[in-house]
C-alpha cells in the first residue's frame, strides 16, 4: 500500500516511568502551539487537508443542502417578566441567533444582536438573564471561541447598555434580588492570585450592586474551596430565599446551603446546610405556595421531586410527591397555579423520547398528559414566574425545526406557540428504534433513521457519546438530514455513560467502567452490520469532545471494524489531560493519571497511547479548534501525528485545524463549512454516492 506524504514530525525518545510503567510521549513537542516546528507542522497539514478534500467529489452539494436547511433558522421559549416577554430568534439571513423582547404594549425589539456588536461574526452571546421584574439585563458575550464570558448590564426599556464589561465570568449564573438593585454571580480570582496554571479556576461567589465599581463586590461564598468547584445560585422570586450549590468540577453530586434573607443581610447570608457529603444531585425551587419542591437523584438514580417546609429543608424532612419511575428518568417540571385544582407539570425521557405528565399539586397524584407534537425532545418547561394557567415548552423530533408549544390547564390542549421562521422542504425519514446487547449482556438502544424503504447494507454513520449523564435525544440536524437524503443511514447509540436510563446508566461509563462506553459502540456496530444496515467498509464512527475520546479508543481498539472516523474536539492523551484547557474539572468522570489506580483505567483506553505501528487503521479525519479553552487541540495534534507515522493502510489521517472558533457557538456559515467537510470526507471513504 502507498502511504499518503505525510508532513515530517519528528519522533522524540521520550518515556516517563509511571507508577511503575514506561510510557512513552513522542510527540510531545506539540503541546507548544507557538513553537516554530508546531507551527511549520500545522501549516503543513492545512495544506495536505486542503489537497486532499479539494480531490473530493460531492462537497458543493453537501455544502448547498446543509446550508439550505439550516435556513429553517430557530426559536426559544418565551421567558415572562409580567407583560413582558424576552426570546431567541434566529431568521434563515441570520449568523447567530437574536435576542429579542416583546414590551408590555405588543412591540417587537431587537435587544441584543452578536452580528451588531461584531460584524466579523466572531463574537457569541453566551446566556442573559433579565432581573425580576424586567427592567434589566445581565448578559455574556465572548470573542473567538474562547468562551471567556465578559458580563454587562443592560437597560432593556431603552437598549443602552450600562455597566460591563466584567471579566472572568466564564458560566456565570446571575441571581437579581428584587428591585434589581444586586445580584449575585460567579467570577474566578485574578491569574495574579492564583498558581500558575490554574487561571481557569478558584471561582467565587459575589454579590454585585449596580452602579457601583466590582471592586466593592461583596465575596460571598468558595474561599478556601476545592480549586476546580463550579457555583450555582438562586434567588426565589420574593428574595426572600438565597440557594448556592457547589460541584467539584462535573461529578454528578454537589453540596447546597440555603440563607433565609429576611433573617440575615444579602451581605452576610446565614448559610444553613441542606446536603454535604453526600453522592447525590439536588436542587430547590421555593414555591409560590410557600412550599419548598426538591428535585433529587438522591435515593432515586431516575430522580424524584419532594416537598417540604423552607423551614426545615434537610433530607430527613423530605417527603416524596412525585416518586421515581422504574422506566423513565425525570427531567424538568413547572408549577401552574391559577387554577382550581393547581397542578404540576412534569417532564420525562423514556429512552430518550419526552413525555409530559400532569399531576395534582398537593398530593402529587398523575391526573393526565401534556399532549405533545410526536415522538421527539422537550426543551425545559417553563411558567410565569408569577403563576398562571399557562407552560411553554421547546419541541424538536429529527425532521422537525425547533418550534414553542404552549399548554393550557384549564382546556388541556397544546398548541404550537411559535416555529422556526424559516420554510425549508424536509425530506422524508424513517426513525427505528433498535435494541442490541453489549459484551457484558447489557442492553442498549439505538435510533436508526433512513430514507423510507431503504434496503440493503449502505453507508452509515454511527454517533455516539457516552459521558457526563448527557443523552443522546431526538433532535432537527440539517447534517443528518442531509447524509440520509442522500442514500445513508445515521445511527445514535444510547451508550452508558450518557443519562438515557438515568444516573446509574451514566456511572456505568465512567471512571473505571469506562470500557463500557466503547464496548457499547463496538456492540452497536457489530448490530448494525449482523442487521444488515451496513458492512464494515461502509461504517463510520463520528464524535466530538467526549465522543471523540470514544471514536479514537474505538480506533485504536477495533481498527478492523469502522471503514472512516471524524473525530473532534478529542480527549486523547489520557495521561495528561488534566493539565490543560478545563481538563482537572472532568477527573471526576475520567479518574486522575496521578493515582496508581486511576492512572490504570486512563493507560488502559487512552487512544493516544495504543496507537500500534503496522495497523491498517481506518481514514480518519480530526476536526479541531483553535481557540477551543475546554479541549486544547494539541490531542488531536498528537495522536493524527502519531497516527500518521504508523498507518499501515493506503487511508487518509487528515487533520483540519480551525482558527478563531472554539467548543461550543459559532457562526452558521462555519458550522456549514464544517458539516459539508465532514460529510464529504465520510461519504467517500464509505462509497456514498447519492
Known sequence: MTRQPYPPAGRDDLVEELHGVSVADPYRWLEAPDDPATEEWLAAQEKLFAAEMGALPGRDRFKARIAELLRSGSIGAPVWRGERRLFMRRTPEQEHAVLYTVDPDGTERALLDPMALDPTGLTTLDSWQ????????????????????????MDIASGDRIE???????????????????????????????????????RRVHLHRVGTSTIEDVLIFGAGMEKTNYYGVAVSRDGRRLQISASRGTAPRNDL?????????????ELVVVQEDVDAQTALHFGRDGLLYVFTDRDAPRARICVTDPATPQFEHWRDLIPQDPEAVLTDFAILDD?????MLVGWTRHAISEISVHDLSTGERIGQVPTPGLGTIGGISERPEGGHEAWFGYTDNTTP??????????????????SPGAVEVPAVDTEQMTYRSADGTEVHMLVISSPGAEGPRPTILYGYGGFGLSMTPGYSASILTWVESGGSYAIAQLRGGGEQGEEWHRAGMLAHKQNVFDDLHAAAEHLI???????????????????????????QRPDLYAAVVCSAPLLDMIRYELFGLGATWNVEYGSAEKPDEFAWLHGYSPYHHVRENVSYPATLFAVFQSDTRVHPLHAWKMCAALQYAQEADRPILLRNETEVG???????????????QLTFLAHHTGLTA
Open 164 to 202: 460591563g464589561p466584567i471579566d472572568r465570568c466564564r458560566y456565570s449564573p446571575i441571581a437579581w434580588l428584587p428591585g434589581g438593585e444586586a445580584f449575585y454571580y460567579v467570577r474566578r480570582l485574578p491569574a495574579t492570585e492564583v498558581p500558575e496554571g490554574e487561571e481557569q479556576f478558584h
Open 402 to 419: 425547533p418550534t414553542i408549544q404552549r399548554f393550557d390547564a384549564r382546556t388541556g390542549e397544546t398548541t404550537l406557540w411559535a416555529a
Open 257 to 269: 446551603w440555603v440563607a433565609d434573607l429576611s433573617a440575615s443581610s444579602p451581605e452576610s447570608p
Open 530 to 556: 449482523a442487521t444488515g444496515v451496513t458492512t464494515a467498509s461502509r461504517l463510520a464512527i463520528s464524535g466530538g469532545s467526549n465522543g471523540g475520546l470514544l471514536v479514537g479508543a474505538a480506533l485504536t
Open 339 to 343: 387554577l382550581d385544582r393547581p397542578v
Open 130 to 153: 433579565p432581573d425580576k421584574e424586567g427592567r434589566l439585563l445581565a448578559y455574556q458575550v465572548s470573542v473567538g471561541g474562547d468562551e471567556e464570558s465578559s458580563l454587562y448590564l
Open 663 to 677: 467548543h461550543g457557538a459559532r457562526a452558521i456559515s462555519k458550522t456549514v463549512e464544517l458539516a459539508a467537510d
